[in-house]
């Protein structure tokens, strides 16, 4: 019976040592603190990526967007037979406005073309470099703008169909 009072309080000293050792319930509320804590900062930089992700997108749709709008600012459509074209050059020298003719088609401007212009028994004879033909004013005025933006070159929009002036 000693043995068993014995081994009863030993196990009751033991029982109460473990409880002891234990997490007091203020150290239960700091570590659950300390794991709320960790939850919320990690919330919080879930947020926070969120929000980045969403800029950079709001950014790049901004920047598809300005794309789109230079792409159809810059887009010019040529007709055949447009009564308008852009004039952007006049030599006295047939030869020299040919070899223009070449400088433009490789600015991308394959619609480039010379026009003679004057009366051949007064000697006063231009060769004029165009780009063109498109159908409207409108268009001409963009393809001008364009030029002037892209080239700082200086033209004027001209009538295709002029009674005076001949293709070469």
């Known amino acids: 019976m000693k043995r068993i009072v014995i081994f009863l309080v030993t196990s009751s000293i033991a029982i109460g040592l473990l ?16 794991r709320q804590d960790s939850l919320e ?21 901004s920047i598809a967007a300005a794309k789109k709008r230079e792409r159809e600012r810059n887009r010019i459509e040529f007709d055949s037979e447009g009564a308008f074209s852009v004039q952007v050059e006049a030599w006295r020298s047939k030869d ?10 490789d600015r991308g401007y394959e619609n480039a073309y010379v026009v003679k212009y004057g009366k051949e028994e007064t000697g006063n004879i231009w060769f004029r470099v ?4 498109l159908a409207t004013k409108e ?3 963009k393809l001008q703008d364009k030029l002037q933006r892209n080239h700082s070159e200086q033209s004027w929009i001209s009538m295709t169909q002029d009674q005076s002036d001949t293709e070469e």
Not at 19 to 34: D, I, L, V
Not at 96 to 105: T, V
Not at 130 to 133: T, Y
């Open 130 to 133: 165009r780009l063109g033909h």
């Open 41 to 61: 900062q990690v919330r919080q930089q879930r947020l926070a990526e969120q929000r980045q992700d969403s800029i950079e997108q709001a950014r790049q749709d």
């Open 139 to 141: 268009m001409a005025q």
């Open 96 to 105: 020299k406005a040919q070899s223009q003719i070449q400088k433009w088609k």
């Open 19 to 34: 409880n002891a050792c234990g997490p007091s319930e203020e150290e239960k509320q700091r570590r659950e603190q300390a």
